[in-house]
Structures are given as structure tokens and as C-alpha cells.
């Protein structure tokens, strides 16, 4: 980004970025969920080691999705 302040975002542009954020956290959510009820021997590797992961932005969660269950 070119280093605007907010009140200098057209509404388009906040839109965007509120939208992302929201994508952001729903994703955390639903990984930190998981992760919490689900036994540890469906898991991958240790749960500590993903909750820590899912706070990587967007990467974290989309990986524990994909890698850190156990199908």
C-alpha cells in the first residue's frame, strides 16, 4: 500500500479492506475452532504448533486446513 491514511481510502478501497480483514479472522476462527475440538490423534503434529501457525495471516489457516487434519 502507498501509505494513505484511512480517510484518504475512496469507499471502495475500505470496502476491500474490511472485506479482507473479515476473510482474515473468519478463518482464524474457524481453524482455532477446530483445532480445540478436535482429538489430538486427527490432528498432524502437535495442536500447540498450529494454533501458534493460524495467527500467520491468510497462509496459517489455509495450511492447517489442508495439512494439519488428518483425513
Excluded: H
Excluded at 3 to 13: M, Q, T
Excluded at 43 to 67: D, E, S, T
Amino acid at each position: 500500500m502507498s501509505g494513505r491514511k484511512w480517510s484518504e481510502l475512496s469507499r471502495r478501497e475500505r470496502s476491500l479492506v474490511m472485506g479482507a480483514g473479515a476473510v482474515q479472522v473468519t478463518l482464524l476462527a474457524a481453524a482455532l475452532v477446530d483445532i480445540q475440538r478436535r482429538p489430538a490423534e486427527q490432528i498432524n503434529g502437535p495442536k500447540r504448533l498450529w494454533r501458534v501457525l493460524a495467527f500467520i495471516n491468510y497462509a496459517g489457516p489455509i495450511c492447517y486446513f489442508l495439512f494439519g487434519r488428518k483425513r
